[in-house]
């Protein structure tokens, strides 16, 4: 069955540093992948989308990788806030039009 | 501004009891989705909807289900609930004039069956 795994342990680390989130997948083939960021008690929100067919996209301090050929992506913080602070989840397509199949999340700490 | 909201926001009812938990949207979109998010499972999806009388089930349905009667709105119903859908149910919603599209998603409603 199709499987998405996300670091389930919680990653800390200093401000200024990068932080590096990583999405594997397996029994897949997706066309598309999406992260999200989650603040608790609040819904996700979404980041940045990256096609099978793009290796990298920027947005800002944000940066996505996506390699196919290992069903990994990973998300990159450069320049990490304690405001960055957050559930970071990665989303893969169904292949059933537009719903989304969304790993368990990563939880990302930032301390100053 | 478009938004997308959920209410009621906390809700503790009884097994057994039929519960609908309310989305609406402003943003026009034609997509519509439920899930449920519990700790250790992430976000699972429950019911879909890609336009008005449209419904699909996700990975999670039993014991739940959903109408579309206009494109604003996809009421999740509860038919007779049980403890194990004690959960945080999020709403979301996307358009469908691409293939990529983000989705939206709305504050949560906090679910408790006792």
């Known amino acids: 069955s199709q499987k998405i795994e996300q670091n389930s342990e919680a990653l800390n680390i200093q401000e200024g540093k990068t932080a590096t989130l990583t999405c594997n997948y397996t029994n897949y083939s997706p066309a598309y992948l999406q992260w999200y960021r989650q603040d608790p008690g609040r819904g996700p929100v979404f980041l940045l989308l990256?096609?099978?067919?793009?290796k990298e996209k920027r947005k800002e301090r944000l940066k996505v990788t996506f390699d196919t050929t290992l069903k990994q992506s990973l998300f990159h913080i450069t320049a990490s806030q304690p405001a960055d602070s957050a559930t970071y989840l990665c989303?893969?397509?169904?292949?059933?039009?537009?719903?989304?199949?969304f790993g368990k999340g990563t939880s990302l700490l930032v301390t100053p | 501004d478009a938004e997308i909201t959920q209410s009621p926001r906390h809700k503790i009812t009884e097994t057994g009891r039929q519960v609908t938990l309310a989305c609406h949207q402003t943003?026009?979109?034609?997509?519509m989705f439920w899930y449920r998010q519990d700790l250790g499972h992430g976000l699972r999806l429950i019911h879909y909807?890609?336009?008005?009388?449209?419904?699909n089930k996700g990975e999670v349905s039993d014991g739940y289900s959903v109408s579309r009667s206009n494109t604003e709105d996809l009421p999740l119903t509860l038919e007779s609930a049980a403890s194990s859908q004690t959960s945080v149910y999020f709403c979301?919603?996307?358009?469908?004039?691409?293939?990529?599209?983000?989705?939206?998603f709305g504050p949560g409603t906090r679910l408790t069956v006792l």
């Open positions: 943003w026009n979109h034609n997509n």
């Open positions: 979301a919603s996307s358009e469908s004039s691409g293939r990529y599209n983000e989705q939206f």
């Open positions: 990256i096609r099978e067919n793009e």
């Open positions: 989303a893969l397509d169904m292949h059933s039009g537009y719903a989304l199949n």
């Open positions: 909807s890609y336009g008005v009388q449209d419904t």
